[in-house]
């Protein structure tokens, strides 16, 4: 029996499914407290109990039947209960109505017509209706509301162009994005009076997008109430190229999210940020050169953090990282060349059936270790790492491999070690920790 406790604004109703193939039989509705006092009231009418809900066919989805429900909301100090028969049997079974969700009326992703956009955003938003091509004029302008792209049409910031958000105001786009800035007149993207903002999100776009000379700072993620991200920058199911970019003063859980989507990152910076930098998922995609400086100031960051994602690092820098310079998760596979690394938690961490090749880098003041392989996530299994030519400096530790993962130096295996790897994530390697 699933049984869930749902306000969708109006009204408050108990919805039952029957997942299994036997009939079941609701006959008591309560409420008790934590120690298991049942109450003496019930809250649906008793003309409804006791209540049967017939078997579900295999491989059929269940019925839902809906009850009325007058009674106080579960709190910290009770819970509502169903008693439940199986029929045939007649087996008594005690079912927690757990609270849940109610469903949704619309869409939760921000929607908006091409003239709709073009009445908001005058004078400055222009459109080209043979290509299809949504333009902001160079100059200085505020948003006080929300910038979207709909699918099929695209938008290109020309090079000097700076866009002021509004605390609410977002930019969402269905299609590619072009922000074609120069060194000496880059796109800048900011809140007003560098206020946070919720950034720009890049979903289902059919081409590739590309920010050249673009300057991105104080996003935080936080694009509805009901709708957040955990990237400022995201790209979803959308290719993109960054080129001599920066992003800074991330507020959020990453300053850029890409997912599912084909990247090259070349030659930017990332600093200054509340947690992560850079995170991939479930992507393939290259980085070269660019900084990585000052992230995780609220405790806990990582500069590159890949999940299911294939990828080559060359000749970037890391300065000031909270955590892991590198963190290779999920059966991602990383070939990482020419990196230096100065002041971070862990230079690089290899977990969760991921490999990770490491060559001819400098590391300079880790406070953990400067290599790690284990496993956080069992299902994956163990990590790989193999490091070449890499000198250490101020490091306590060179590498740290749990028993069953391989770290190899310049190709001897490390001793492996028992690893507590949810107490490291509870103390040295907590998100937040500041």
């Not at 306000?7 to 120690?35: C, F, W």
């Not at 209706?129 to 699918?151: D, E, F």
């Not at 991330?250 to 989507?261: M, P, T, Y």
Request: hydrophobic letters at 40%; aromatic letters at 6%.
């Amino acid at each position: 029996m699933q049984a869930y406790l749902v306000n969708d604004g109006k009204k408050t109703y108990i919805e039952l499914a029957n997942i299994t193939p036997s009939a079941l039989t609701v006959t008591a509705i309560e409420q008790v407290s934590k120690k298991g006092m049942p109450a003496i009231k019930q809250f649906i009418d008793a003309k409804r109990l006791p209540l049967t809900l017939p078997p579900s066919p295999h491989l059929m989805r269940p019925e839902c039947i809906r009850l009325p429900f007058n009674g106080p909301a579960p709190d910290k100090k009770s819970g509502i209960v169903l008693q439940v028969t199986v029929n045939p049997g007649h087996r008594s079974y005690r079912v927690k109505v757990k609270p849940y969700y109610a469903p949704m009326h619309k869409p939760l992703l921000p929607a908006s017509t091409v003239e709709q956009q073009l009445a908001i955003h005058q004078p400055y938003l222009q459109l080209d209706t043979t290509a299809k091509l949504l333009t902001v004029r160079q100059g200085k302008w505020q948003l006080q509301k929300s910038l979207i792209v709909p699918s099929g049409y695209h938008l290109q910031l020309q090079a000097g162009t700076q866009l002021q958000c509004a605390g609410s105001a977002v930019i969402v786009a269905y299609g590619t994005v072009e922000s074609l800035g120069t060194e000496q007149a880059p796109v800048i993207l900011s809140g007003i009076n560098d206020a946070a903002w919720p950034g720009m999100a890049v979903i289902d776009a059919p081409g590739k997008s590309r920010l050249i000379h673009t300057r991105i700072s104080a996003t935080n993620g936080k694009f509805t109430s009901e709708w957040s991200l955990t990237g400022g920058v995201t790209f979803y199911q959308s290719d993109v190229l960054l080129q001599s970019s920066l992003l800074e003063d991330s507020r959020g859980e990453d300053a850029l999210n890409i997912v599912h989507s084909e990247f090259l990152l070349d030659d930017i910076t990332i600093r200054t940020t509340a947690s992560d930098a850079f995170d991939s998922d479930f992507s393939k995609g290259e980085i070269k050169g660019g900084l990585f400086e000052n992230i995780g100031l609220a405790g806990g960051g990582d500069a590159i953090d890949v999940s299911g994602t294939q990828i080559r690092v060359t000749a970037s820098r890391f300065v000031n990282i909270d955590d892991k310079a590198v963190s290779v998760g999920e059966k991602s596979h990383m070939q990482a060349a020419s990196l230096e690394i100065r002041n971070a938690g862990t230079t690089a961490a290899s977990k969760d059936g991921s490999e990770l090749i490491l060559k001819d880098t400098q590391i300079d003041g880790v406070r953990v270790a400067g290599l790690m392989a284990y496993i956080k996530k069992p299902e994956y299994g163990p990590a790989r790492i193999e490091a070449e030519n890499v000198s250490f400096a101020d490091v306590s530790t060179q590498a740290r491999a749990q028993k069953g993962s391989v770290i190899l130096l310049d190709g001897e295996a490390v001793d492996t070690v028992d690893l507590n790897v949810k107490q490291m994530y509870k103390t040295v390697m907590k998100k937040g920790l500041k």
